[in-house]
Antibody, heavy 120, light 108 residues
Framework: EVQLLESGGGLEQPGGSLRLSCAAS????????MNWVRQAPGKGLEWVSI????????VYADSVKGRFTISRDNSRNTLYVQMNSLRAEDTAVYYC?????????????WGQGTMVIVSS | IVLTQSPGTLSLSPGERATLSCRAS???????LAWYQQKPGQAPRLLIY???SRATGIPDRFSGSGSGTDFTLTISRLEPEDFAVYYC??????????FGQGTKVEIK
């Protein structure tokens, strides 16, 4: 079964840090670029970051640039995002999502999401 | 690129046709326009990519059309499981990936 499973969410104070993980199974992980997409409570979807299949290219949304770092370990079939200097506006469900095969135009496989709450 | 979806909410009955609109503030690069379905408490699901290509396992009652700045998702006959929120998404603008604000299709 094709699956993405996020973990690492929780409650963190403003200015703090969290590291999210996303474990992939059921597909060839290193064939897909991977993304983080977030959704604030009751709001729409916001793309956060992408990392290429090999990990040599990363792109970030302006809202997280300089604070978040995306990475991957293809030997462990796992995607990560290190989130530093957290702000209240980072509060959201964070989904990991694969691209559509080799095409970067859409997000095909999604995890169930992990909730991050930034609050004092 | 800003994507504006309309209407915000669509109230329809099962068996009816649903027409959802997505308008872009600039021409969408190479027609890289996708649609997603999201049910409460669930992750989004890819329905349509490249304006009109159905993703794997998506029934043919879902269809996409459009070009340039105006795009449409049509559900030919609503099934009970189709009542959800639908998002359009573009690739290639700045920022590279953006979503519309969503259209809720609710049971009338």
């Amino acid at each position: 079964e094709v699956q993405l499973l996020e973990s690492g969410g929780g409650l963190e104070q403003p200015g703090g840090s969290l590291r999210l993980s996303c474990a992939a199974s059921g597909f060839t992980f290193n064939n897909y670029a991977m993304n983080w997409v977030r959704q604030a409570p009751g709001k729409g979807l916001e793309w956060v970051s992408i990392i290429s299949q090999s990990g040599d290219k990363t792109v970030y949304a302006d809202s997280v640039k300089g604070r978040f770092t995306i990475s991957r370990d293809n030997s462990r079939n796992t995607l990560y995002v290190q989130m530093n200097s957290l702000r209240a506006e980072d509060t959201a469900v964070y989904y990991c999502a694969s691209t559509l095969g080799h095409k970067w135009e859409a997000f095909e496989i999604w995890g169930q999401g992990t909730m991050v709450i930034v609050s004092s | 690129i800003v994507l504006t979806q309309s209407p915000g909410t669509l109230s329809l009955s099962p068996g009816e046709r649903a027409t959802l609109s997505c308008r872009a503030s600039q021409t969408v690069t190479s027609n890289f326009l996708a649609w997603y379905q999201q049910k409460p408490g669930q992750a989004p699901r890819l329905l349509i990519y490249g304006v009109s290509s159905r993703a794997t396992g998506i029934p043919d009652r879902f269809s996409g059309s459009g070009s340039g700045t105006d795009f449409t998702l049509t559900i030919s006959r609503l099934e009970p499981e189709d009542f959800a929120v639908y998002y359009c998404q573009q690739y290639g603008g700045s920022p590279a990936w953006t979503f519309g604000q969503g259209t809720k299709v609710e049971i009338k």
